[in-house]
């Protein structure tokens, strides 16, 4: 799963937009969702958000329903949840059983929730789809997140994945030994994997010390990063977007869907 | 600078010595040398100290006993001396997992560049140019686990040559990759020399190193226990396989060909494929 995000990050539709246009769309967009107090804006901004991803960045339906199917259907269950016991006014429906009693008030709330929920995580959705970490790591820093966590998280980046090639084929070898027949020898078979994996970070920690201190390594990762010059024109775009999405806000806060 | 006739030594270890922290003595009194422009071979089986007498050249590692010369000046064992040598000796490792740390293949070429403080506009020119000799244009943006053994291994070079080494010291440069790509490393190896950069490989794959190696040290247990060019070192049998190597193919079925079945070949035996051609057409005439 994370192999597949990661790989339409650097491969998508949307590759040679200005990453940090993107980074400011989502941001300023997910905003916009969390402030909304009435489920139309965050759903429309769902729905352009799937638009842009599906016809301009091309990331396939299937990786988008499984980006979005979990945070859909927690959503869901939460719209359950507050109907049933988030009303504080008078009841709109009894289920007639176990005493449950759905509340208008308590439905709309968990409408808001869902639809904020699943506008902020469309915005996360665009990010992560169409934007590589590297460049996340990037803006982080020049946002003074501490240099120690923006080079850690670096290191740590570039090595998940190494050390799930590595857990993998680990992994097999166990397996083409029998290793996973039965819990007692999945459990041991897991626990030396975990071991083992452990000593190789070790290891390889050393290694990795070593060829940077060859190459002048002295304290502090200095990040090398061209980007092309933030356009004055995608700019304005987000801005007049971002100004109907908030008039949007204004002219539906009193909506509701019951 | 390089002046004078003494200074074409570019790199001397004199009677070096070292031993690990737990005791292992990896290098007994190890002399090598190298000269400005020259492809230098180190060949000896796993565990010879190949990669510990490597970590010396540009000062990880210091040694116990012993010396080591960059440019007939002695290594200096500070800040300003390491970031000096480091400069001009380049270390290729072997894992390229080990060396390409940074997310993306740009930023891992920048690396040595940026280290050296230079200014962005040269960094990008050098990575730009580096890229370009090593063949990976239009990767720069690509993490290093979306490329293949022998990509990364071509980047690993690329972050070195970013820094204009003026020696490039690749351990086992060759190991893990398919011919072709074993070949292509080489190839470029070859080119680069042909630039200018004086080249240090180790490696065991004695059927790849006399097509390229100028000269070949062996290494034995910590020792180098024969020195000189190809055609010299392959022609005393007995120390290479005493040191658990072996002769080159060629050179092998020259010698079974000799000594099985009486075909009067000389020695020293052809050690490509090339030469053995011209032997056996040799050979082929004389019969007529
Ligand atoms: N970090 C270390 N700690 C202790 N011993 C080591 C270490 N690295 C290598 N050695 C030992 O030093 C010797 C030389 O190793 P090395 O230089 O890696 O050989 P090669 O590169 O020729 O395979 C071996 O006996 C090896 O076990
Ligand atoms: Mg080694």
């Known amino acids: ?258 | 600078m390089i002046t004078g006739s003494d200074s074409m030594e570019i790199i001397n270890a004199d009677n070096i010595s070292y031993s690990y922290p737990d005791g292992t003595q990896a290098l007994k009194n190890v002399n090598f040398s190298v000269e400005t422009g020259e492809i230098v071979a180190l060949l000896g089986p796993n565990g010879a100290g190949k990669s510990t007498l490597f970590l010396h050249f540009n000062g990880i590692l210091r040694p116990e006993s012993g010396k080591i010369k960059v440019n007939s000046q002695p290594i200096v064992y500070d800040k300003k001396g390491l970031m000096e040598v480091r400069k001009k000796v380049g270390i290729v490792f072997q894992n390229p997992d080990d060396q390409l740390f940074a997310p993306t293949v740009g930023e891992d070429v920048a690396f040595g560049p940026m280290n050296m403080g230079l200014e962005l506009q040269e960094v990008e020119k050098r990575v730009k140019e580096a890229l370009e000799k090593v063949d990976m244009v239009g990767y720069e943006k690509k993490p290093p686990h979306h490329l293949s053994g022998g990509q990364k291994k071509r980047v690993a070079i690329a972050g070195i040559l970013a820094m204009n080494p003026e020696i490039m010291v690749l351990d086992e440069p060759t190991s893990g990759l398919d011919p072709k790509g074993a070949s292509l490393i080489l190839q470029l190896l070859y080119k680069l020399n042909e630039e200018g950069i004086t080249i240090i490989i180790s490696t065991h794959d004695v059927d790849l190193v006399p097509l390229y190696a100028d000269r070949i040290y062996i290494i034995s247990e910590g020792k180098i226990i024969k020195k000189g060019t190809p055609r010299n070192v392959f022609a005393d049998i007995n120390t290479i396989r005493g040191a658990n190597l072996r002769l080159p193919r060629i050179a092998h079925l020259i010698e079974i060909l000799q000594k099985e079945d009486n075909v009067p070949f000389e020695k020293p035996y052809p050690l490509t494929i090339g030469e053995a051609r011209k032997r056996v057409l040799e050979h082929l005439d004389d019969k007529k």
């Not at chain 1, 396939?60 to 719209?79: A, E, H, T």
């Not at chain 1, 084929?169 to 041991?188: N, P, V």
């Open chain 1, 1 to 258: 799963m994370v192999n597949i995000l990661e790989s339409y990050a650097y491969n998508n539709g949307l590759k040679n937009i200005n990453p940090q246009i993107k980074i400011l769309f989502a941001f300023i967009t997910l905003i916009v969702s969390l402030i909304a107090v009435s489920p139309v804006v965050p759903l429309i901004i769902a729905f352009f958000i799937f638009l842009l991803l599906f016809f301009e960045a091309k990331i396939p339906i299937s990786v988008y329903l499984k980006f979005m199917s979990i945070p859909l259907l927690f959503g869901v269950f939460n719209i359950i949840f507050m109907t049933l016991f988030f009303g504080i006014s008078e009841p709109w429906v009894n289920l007639g059983f176990l005493n449950l009693i759905a509340y208008k008030d308590g439905f709309n709330l968990g409408l808001l929730v869902f639809s904020r929920m699943i506008g902020c995580v469309s915005c996360m959705a665009f990010l992560i789809l169409t934007t590589p970490v590297s460049e996340l790591l990037f803006l982080a820093e020049s946002f003074k997140v501490p240099k120690i966590v923006t080079e850690i998280s670096l290191l740590m980046y570039r090595y998940i994945f190494v050390f799930l090639e590595e857990a993998r084929t680990m992994y097999h070898a166990q397996e083409t030994r029998c290793g996973y027949s039965g819990i007692k020898k999945s459990l041991k078979s897991l626990g030396l994997l975990i071991s083992n994996l452990f000593i190789r970070s070790w290891t390889r920690g050393d290694a990795i010390y070593l060829s940077m201190q060859s190459r002048g390594y002295n304290g502090s990762i200095k990040v090398f990063h061209t980007n092309n010059k933030l356009g004055f024109k995608p700019i304005l775009m987000i801005l007049f977007f971002e100004s109907l999405l908030l008039l949007g806000v204004y002219l539906t806060r009193e909506f509701q869907l019951i």
